[in-house]
């Protein structure tokens, strides 16, 4: 399988001072076991969604200055690119690792797909677990639990998406890291396996 368990040392990475120093370890410890669930789950996520699904290891190229604060790898139906798409993501920050399905502000079916889902809403609610999360902002850490929200709560994320340019959709789970450095390789593939079988239906809504 080639697929080597997260460990307390590649949360560590985030904690590391300065864009080059942070992006060199980034390279040598994280990265390689990125690619190496992105060469997994890629053929994995086709025979699920029925598209030929494609990697994407962030490169953080754009970065001069801010090293980064999480990174991951994307599964999307374009070869070239996975920002335009509703797509699915595996990464980690410095607390924790976060599987999930995503679309993100640059994406311009967005207002089509927030309308979509607010029709889906109880469906949605039925299939996805309590202690999955959501997320209007991919770039800041804030989250919440399934089971702490409502119908309205959802209905108001999905008409965001319709509204307002900046406002995401992310459902998934987010694992501490404690926890999910004490998985080994088999349970980690079983973990994320699991997590792109409940969002799957929200991925094909959209």
């Not at 390789?185 to 239906?201: A, G, M, N, W």
Request: with cysteine.
């Amino acid at each position: 399988m080639g697929i080597t368990a997260f460990t307390e040392q590649d949360f560590d990475v985030f904690q590391i001072e300065g864009l080059e120093q942070r992006m060199e370890q980034l390279k040598s410890t994280v990265r390689p076991k990125l690619e190496a669930l992105g060469k997994y789950f890629s053929p994995v996520l086709s025979v699920m969604t029925g598209e030929e699904m494609y990697y994407h290891v962030v490169k953080h190229a754009r970065r001069t200055v801010n090293p980064p604060k999480d990174t991951w790898v994307a599964f999307a139906s374009n070869k070239r690119g996975y920002k335009m798409l509703p797509h699915f993501q595996i990464g980690l920050s410095h607390d924790h690792l976060f599987i999930l399905t995503a679309v993100i502000n640059e994406c311009p079916q967005k207002a089509a797909i927030g309308k979509k889902l607010e029709k889906k809403i109880d469906p949605i609610l039925e299939n996805i677990p309590g202690h999955y999360i959501w997320s209007d902002d991919h770039t800041k850490p804030d989250a919440t639990r399934t089971d702490h929200m409502n119908k309205h709560d959802l209905e108001d994320l999905f008409r965001r998406m319709q509204m307002i340019k900046k406002s995401e959709m992310l459902c998934g789970r987010h694992i501490p890291r404690e926890e999910a450095a004490k998985m080994g390789p088999d349970e980690l593939v079983k973990t994320i396996e699991d997590v792109f079988v409940h969002v799957l239906p929200i991925y094909k809504m959209a």
